[in-house]
Structure formats: structure tokens, C-alpha cells
Nanobody, 124 residues
Framework: HVQLVESGGGSVQAGGSLSLSCEVSGITEGTNCMAWFRQAPGKEREGVATRMYTGSTSYADPVKGRFTISQDNAKNIVYLEMNSLEPEDTAMYYC???????????????????WGQGTQVTVS
């Protein structure tokens, strides 16, 4: 039973920081690419950051220099460190795993096989 469980969302003032976690379990075939997406009300879901199994990372332009994706392979947890948050970062944030596709910028929803339920980030 595959599970991706996000945590760490919340409300923060502009300029503040949040750290999101995604605990991954049950994926037996291994993952090629892990990603964070976000979706604001009335907008399409967009890729924010990706991390290949090699350690290579990529970021969407709006978050470059502010967000960092990392992974603890021993614990099967993927993190998204978010600094200098802006009101435009307000969205539901989702963790996603791709088992057959590679990371490509920008990440496409169709490439990802498993998704978490999301965690809300609100910046005011």
C-alpha cells in the first residue's frame, strides 16, 4: 500500500519560513523522481521542485533561491525548505513520486504515479 504523507504546512507571515515533509512508504519499485507541486485556488497545479534519485535538483523560476528540496533516503522522507515566503506562495502543496519517468523541468503531472493528499501553506 503506497502512501505519501505530507506535513509541515501552516500559516506564516511574508518573509517567514516553513519546512514541509513527505513521508513515503510502500513503493517497492523504487523512485526515479520526487517532486513538490502546488495548487492555488483557481489555478493549475504547478511543479515547484524536483529531485532525481541521483541527487540532481531543479526548481521553478518563482522559487529559485528560496526553496530547497532534499531527501533522507534512510528515512524515505522528502523535504521542501521554504524561505522568504511571499503571499504568492499560498497554495496546497503536494508531494509526488515517479517510478518510471525522469525528472524534467518543468515537471508534468502525468509523469508522476503517486501523490500525497497535500498540506496547506498560507502566507499573509
Amino acid at each position: 500500500h503506497v502512501q505519501l504523507v505530507e506535513s509541515g504546512g501552516g500559516s506564516v507571515q511574508a518573509g517567514g519560513s516553513l519546512s514541509l515533509s513527505c513521508e513515503v512508504s510502500g513503493i517497492t519499485e523504487g523512485t526515479n523522481c520526487m517532486a513538490w507541486f502546488r495548487q492555488a485556488p483557481g489555478k493549475e497545479r504547478e511543479g515547484v521542485a524536483t529531485r532525481m534519485y541521483t541527487g540532481s535538483t531543479s526548481y521553478a523560476d518563482p522559487v529559485k533561491g528560496r526553496f530547497t528540496i532534499s531527501q533522507d533516503n534512510a528515512k524515505n522522507i522528502v523535504y521542501l525548505e521554504m524561505n522568504s515566503l511571499e503571499p504568492e506562495d499560498t497554495a496546497m502543496y503536494y508531494c509526488a513520486a515517479a517510478t518510471t519517468s525522469w525528472c524534467r523541468p518543468p515537471p508534468r503531472r502525468a509523469d508522476f504515479d503517486y501523490w500525497g493528499q497535500g498540506t496547506q501553506v498560507t502566507v499573509s
